[in-house]
Nanobody, 125 residues
Framework: QVQLVESGGGLVQVGGSLRLSCAASGRTFSSYNMAWFRQAPGKEREFVAAINWSGSTTYSADSLRGRFRISRDNAKNTVYLQLSNLKPQDTALYYC??????????????????WGQGTQVTVSS
């Protein structure tokens, strides 16, 4: 089992940047593929980006590619999401999630076994 704690959210103006962090504890962090999702009020949870266990492969939602970048530091048991050129529609609760290596890198939320509590990102215009 792994515990996930997100941080780094906040209030930012349009065009600004943030770096979200997700610290993992418990079982070996490098045993998991990781992902970020987000959920805005009244909307379904949306896939943002995923990264494989070693950090050698990443995958982002088409609509966000170029503005959001996922990375990880296995020595620090942390996965990051760099948000750039933020827009009001990026306002949401951002979650990190973990799944087994065998599950691959998937956009499906139900494929992820462990979730953090989320960190709020609010973009003001």
């Amino acid at each position: 089992q792994v515990q996930l704690v997100e941080s780094g959210g906040g209030l930012v103006q349009v065009g600004g940047s943030l770096r979200l962090s997700c610290a993992a504890s418990g079982r070996t962090f490098s045993s998991y593929n990781m992902a970020w999702f987000r959920q805005a009020p009244g909307k379904e949870r949306e896939f943002v980006a995923a990264i494989n266990w070693s950090g050698s492969t990443t995958y982002s939602a088409d609509s966000l590619r170029g503005r959001f970048r996922i990375s990880r530091d296995n020595a620090k048991n942390t996965v990051y999401l760099q948000l750039s050129n933020l827009k009001p529609q990026d306002t949401a609760l951002y979650y990190c999630a973990a799944t087994s290596i065998a599950a691959g890198m998937t956009q499906r939320p139900d494929a992820y076994d462990y979730w953090g509590q989320g960190t709020q990102v609010t973009v003001s215009s």
